[in-house]
């Protein structure tokens, strides 16, 4: 198998860092890119062709809701998976508004959390 390719969107850089830290710890997936909004993620996933996206939903311009609708319009769209402060519930919801692949508290993120939520959205 491949590595599944990153795409890292947060809007505060020590986040970021957290997530690829996660990201590098997790056998079989590297950070290809980051990004810090809605419409820099677009540009992103554009260049660099993400198999994954991190997205945090509160974003600067576009938020992260708008940003991954619109990722998932493409021809060969990136799996999304939402990440937030809010509870679960709230994420479920989320999800069900963006077609993202799943929802992930901030707080439970780490390798195991990602491994499990790509082996979901991909089956």
């Known amino acids: 198998m491949s590595e599944v390719r990153v795409l890292i969107v947060d809007d505060q850089a020590p986040f970021r860092r957290a997530m690829a830290a996660v ?9 290809v890119a980051e990004a810090a909004s809605g419409e820099e993620s677009l540009e992103a996933a554009r ?12 974003l600067p311009g576009i938020d992260g ?4 609708r619109r990722l998932r319009t493409a ?23 963006s077609g993202a692949a799943g929802y992930v508290t901030k707080s439970a993120f780490g390798p195991d959390r990602l491994s499990d939520a790509w082996t979901a959205s991909t089956g």
Do not use: K, R
């Not at 990201?23 to 950070?31: L, Q, R």
């Not at 769209?77 to 937030?84: A, K, R, Y």
């Open 47 to 58: 260049a660099h062709g993400p198999d994954l996206v991190l997205m945090d939903v509160n």
């Open 75 to 97: 021809a060969e769209p990136p799996v999304v998976l939402l990440l937030s402060t809010y509870d679960e519930a709230d994420g479920e919801m989320f999800v069900a508004e």
């Open 23 to 31: 990201v590098e710890a997790t056998d079989g997936f590297v950070v």
């Open 65 to 68: 809701l708008e940003a991954t």
